[in-house]
T-cell receptor, first 118, second 112 residues
Framework: GAVVSQHPSWVICKSGTSVKIECRSL??????MFWYRQFPKQSLMLMAT?????????EQGVEKDKFLINHASLTLSTLTVTSAHPEDSSFYIC??????????????FGPGTRLTVL | QKEVEQDPGPLSVPEGAIVSLNCTYS??????FMWYRQYSRKGPELLMY????GNKEDGRFTAQVDKSSKYISLFIRDSQPSDSATYLC????????????FGKGTMLLVSP
């Protein structure tokens, strides 16, 4: 159980275009979904947190107009990188939060999406 | 001082060795502690989850939390080449909506 999928797994795009990444919780309803960015040999950097039906909460330094997050349902969240530039090239990972028996949400991660902007 | 400190490694061990991975933290509000395993170019996979201080065992893996020392550990017994990955510790302060704070990860290499 607690499977999270991401699509696409990798994408190459031209500078100036927009890219949409989907994150789905396959076998549970996620109260909260998170979007992270990871650079090579670095840890996960939280970009934003979203709850179904409400606006995402962005971390300091993350441009909300550049990284658009839509959380349409309890099983789907999307991240759109608008007007992508080479410096946006990175590994983007989503996670979905699943309420545990102890009452604590634990995050289950998707497989990640590697974005390369030319 | 960073909130969570973790030695990036790499840590190289022979197959069958006992591996010890550690994190220290500074925020005394942290109560929930997790270990994730991440293979190259993949998303992190939850390995162990512990609440407050104590030990938890799952197969070859044992997680320990010492809140008085702000120190957590993951032990891997009878390590296998398939255990070669980056291990990330993560922790959070509360229940419900919870933001995780991650360590940088320790790269483990288990040689046959």
């Amino acid at each position: 159980g607690a499977v999270v999928s991401q699509h696409p797994s990798w994408v190459i795009c031209k500078s100036g275009t927009s890219v949409k990444i989907e994150c789905r919780s396959l076998d549970f309803q996620a109260t909260t979904m998170f979007w992270y960015r990871q650079f090579p040999k670095q840890s996960l950097m939280l970009m934003a947190t979203s709850n179904e039906g409400s606006k995402a909460t962005y971390e300091q330094g993350v441009e909300k107009d550049k990284f658009l997050i839509n959380h349409a349902s309890l099983t789907l969240s999307t991240l759109t990188v608008t007007s992508a530039h080479p410096e946006d090239s990175s590994f983007y990972i989503c996670s979905a939060s699943h309420a545990r028996q102890e009452g604590v949400d634990t995050q289950y991660f998707g497989p990640g999406t590697r974005l390369t902007v030319l | 001082q960073k909130e969570v400190e973790q030695d990036p490694g790499p840590l190289s061990v022979p197959e069958g060795a006992i591996v010890s991975l550690n994190c220290t933290y500074s925020n005394s509000a942290f109560q929930y502690f997790m270990w994730y395993r991440q293979y190259s170019r993949k998303g992190p996979e939850l390995l162990m989850y512990t609440y407050s201080s104590g030990n938890k065992e799952d197969g070859r893996f044992t997680a320990q939390v010492d809140k008085s020392s702000k120190y957590i550990s993951l032990f891997i017994r009878d390590s296998q080449p398939s255990d070669s990955a980056t291990y990330l510790c993560a922790m959070s302060a509360g229940s419900g909506y919870s933001t995780l704070t991650f360590g940088k990860g320790t790269m483990l290499l288990v040689s046959p």
